[in-house]
Structures are given as structure tokens and as C-alpha cells.
């Protein structure tokens, strides 16, 4: 059968190339396809190459400091406590 993993959008991390080495097993890297801007926080879609998309969360702040723009490369780290699987 098919499984789905279920993960909030506030528990993903986003990082880019060249940022800290993480100990997290759950990197899942791909390209920002789209931001989102909020208020406070921006909406972050990370398109992974089988086409899936991961979301995140984060702080305008971090949009700029990391350079989020669609076409950058980013990874999407998600600690193993935080995924809810789904049969």
C-alpha cells in the first residue's frame, strides 16, 4: 500500500547551500519554487525532483538572509519526532 507523511509547515527548517552541517537524516533537498509573504512570517514551497512539494515557515527575516527566491537551491529538514505517517 501507500504511505503519506504528514509534517507542519512551522517544523520544517529551511537551509541553503553552504549553511551548517545538521545532524537531522531528514534533508530533503530541491529548488524554492515559490514565497509567500505574510505579515511577519513568509510561506516558503521547496519543489523536490519528483515533483512533490515540502512548505515551510519562516521569518522575513530568514527569507532574506538566506536568499529565498523562486530558482534557489534549499533543503527542508524535518526532525524524525515531528512526521506523522499516514496509511
Known amino acids: ?3 503519506c507523511a ?5 517544523w520544517v527548517i529551511v537551509t541553503v547551500d553552504g549553511g551548517p552541517r545538521l545532524s537531522s537524516r531528514n534533508q530533503l ?5 515559490a ?3 505574510g505579515p511577519i512570517n513568509a510561506e516558503v514551497a521547496i519543489t523536490l525532483p519528483g515533483g ?12 532574506s538572509e538566506l536568499g529565498l527566491a523562486p530558482g534557489v537551491p534549499a533543503s527542508a529538514v524535518i526532525k524524525a519526532s515531528h ?3 499516514g496509511v
Not at 504528514?6 to 512551522?10: D, E, L, S, T
Not at 512533490?52 to 527569507?63: C, L, S
Request: glycine share 6%; hydrophobic share 60%.
Open 6 to 10: 504528514i509534517i507542519k509547515a512551522p
Open 29 to 33: 533537498r530541491g529548488v524554492v519554487s
Open 1 to 3: 500500500g501507500r504511505a
Open 52 to 63: 512533490a512539494v515540502v512548505h515551510a515557515v519562516v521569518t522575513q527575516e530568514a527569507v
Open 35 to 37: 514565497v509567500k509573504a
Open 83 to 85: 512526521v506523522v505517517l
